[in-house]
């Protein structure tokens, strides 16, 4: 169970950083983050519409991936003192 627990650790710590770096990627919609890092220069370039749906599903997925990972955390922190 310690091995499951540290997979689970490591694996919610990589989704982590890598939903905050998607997170940051997204389209500007004007005065967020994105502007900071340059989000203005993005907009005059224009991104394809492709390339923001699959940043769109590759960001829902991992943010399943997170969830599951914290539940699955949660869980056996529950039942372990059992």
């Known amino acids: 169970m310690e091995i499951l627990e540290f997979v689970l650790r490591v694996v919610l710590g990589i989704t982590s950083l890598l939903l905050t770096l998607l997170i940051l990627l997204h389209k500007g919609r004007g005065g ?7 989000g203005g220069l ?41």
């Not at 967020?32 to 340059?38: E, H, Q, V």
């Open 32 to 38: 967020g983050l994105s502007d900071m890092f340059g």
């Open 42 to 82: 993005t907009s005059s370039l224009g991104s394809s519409g492709l390339a923001e749906r699959n940043l769109n599903r590759f960001t829902v997925i991992l943010a399943l991936a997170w969830f599951v990972s914290i539940v699955a955390l949660g869980l056996i922190t529950k039942f372990q003192g059992i």
